[in-house]
Nanobody, 127 residues
Framework: QVHVVESGGGLVQPGGSLRLSCAASGFSLAYNYAIGWFRQAPGKEREGVAC????????YYADSVKGRFTISRDNAKNTVYLQMNSLKPEDTAVYFCAADRRVWFKLPSPKDFGDYWGQGTQVTVSS
C-alpha cells in the first residue's frame, strides 16, 4: 500500500524550532519523485512551503519561509524532513507532505501537485 505519513507537529513558542517528518511507504522517495511540503491555516487556502526535486536535489521555498525552513531527504529512511526555525505565529497551520512523479522547477501550487498526500500534522506557534 502506497502512502506518506507526516509527524513532528506540536505546540512551540515564537522563535522556537520543530522538525517535521514525512515517511513514505510502498514506494521509494529516492527515485523519480518530487517531494513538497504545504500548509493550510484556518480560513485560508493551502499554500506551498517547500519542494525538493529528486532529479538533482534542487530546493524551492516560499518567500515567507526562506532562510528559516529547510527541506532535506534521508534516502536510507525513505523520509523527507522540514526543519523549521525561528517560528512565527503566522506559521501556525496544518502541514502536509506530498509526492509527485513529475519534474518541478519551481515551488508548485498544491492544486497541481501530488500523486500521494499525507493527512497532515498540526503546528501551532504561540506563547
Amino acid at each position: 500500500q502506497v502512502h506518506v505519513v507526516e509527524s513532528g507537529g506540536g505546540l512551540v513558542q515564537p522563535g522556537g524550532s520543530l522538525r517535521l517528518s514525512c515517511a513514505a511507504s510502498g514506494f521509494s522517495l529516492a527515485y523519480n519523485y518530487a517531494i513538497g511540503w504545504f500548509r493550510q491555516a484556518p480560513g485560508k487556502e493551502r499554500e506551498g512551503v517547500a519542494c525538493m526535486s529528486t532529479v538533482d536535489g534542487t530546493t524551492y521555498y516560499a518567500d515567507s519561509v526562506k532562510g528559516r525552513f529547510t527541506i532535506s531527504r534521508d534516502n536510507a529512511k525513505n523520509t523527507v524532513y522540514l526543519q523549521m526555525n525561528s517560528l512565527k505565529p503566522e506559521d501556525t497551520a496544518v502541514y502536509f507532505c506530498a509526492a509527485d512523479r513529475r519534474v518541478w522547477f519551481k515551488l508548485p501550487s498544491p492544486k497541481d501537485f501530488g500523486d500521494y498526500w499525507g493527512q497532515g500534522t498540526q503546528v501551532t506557534v504561540s506563547s
